[in-house]
């Protein structure tokens, strides 16, 4: 029995340790991880998955973001959004459907505590299945493949009207 939970700053290390294992070396160097530097992820929505001994079987995190029509100046419309990433299940539980459970119950969580789009870099293939579709307008930083740029409306109508750059997120962590 697999049991999710919010993580906890105790967990830290350990999900660090599952994420260098599922993931290739280098994977801080992502853009993604440049958005997410010195941004704590949003709590509640990242989880952690232990099995019945409490050993760590997987592990999702989410970070905000802002999308701004223009990230030199910042006067620009800026919209908030969740980043979905990075989501890792320990090669001994691959094929459970755990990285599904996780998505789903996180993203759950999202909407209920208010957010309205989130985004992630992925392939679409995966993705589609929980709702994400590629976006048009919405730039992550270099060297992002902009079809890999998927997004999720948890509030119909969210992503409408929404481009620009995907930039760090800056001021305090509310539901938006």
Request: charged fraction near 20%.
């Amino acid at each position: 029995m697999i049991e999710l939970k919010a993580e906890q700053p105790q967990d830290r290390w350990e999900v660090e340790a599952l994420y260098d294992l599922c993931f290739a070396p280098g994977r801080e160097a992502l853009s993604s991880y440049r958005l997410r530097e010195g941004v704590p992820a949003v709590l509640g929505l990242s989880q952690v998955a232990r099995d019945e001994a409490g050993i760590l079987a997987g592990a999702i995190r989410f970070w905000p973001v802002h999308i701004a029509a223009d990230p030199d100046d910042p006067d620009s419309s800026r919209q908030p959004a969740l980043l979905l990433g990075p989501v890792a299940v320990h090669p001994t539980h691959q094929g459970e459907g755990l990285g599904g459970a996780l998505i789903r119950d996180s993203l759950a969580k999202a909407s209920e505590s208010g957010w309205s789009r989130v985004l992630l870099v992925g392939d679409e293939p995966y993705y589609v299945r929980f709702g994400f579709a590629g976006l048009t307008g919405v730039h992550m930083p270099p060297p992002t493949n902009p079809d890999r740029v998927l997004g999720l409306e948890l509030i119909e109508g969210a992503w409408d009207g929404v481009a620009g750059h995907v930039i760090r997120w800056s001021g305090p962590v509310t539901a938006a």
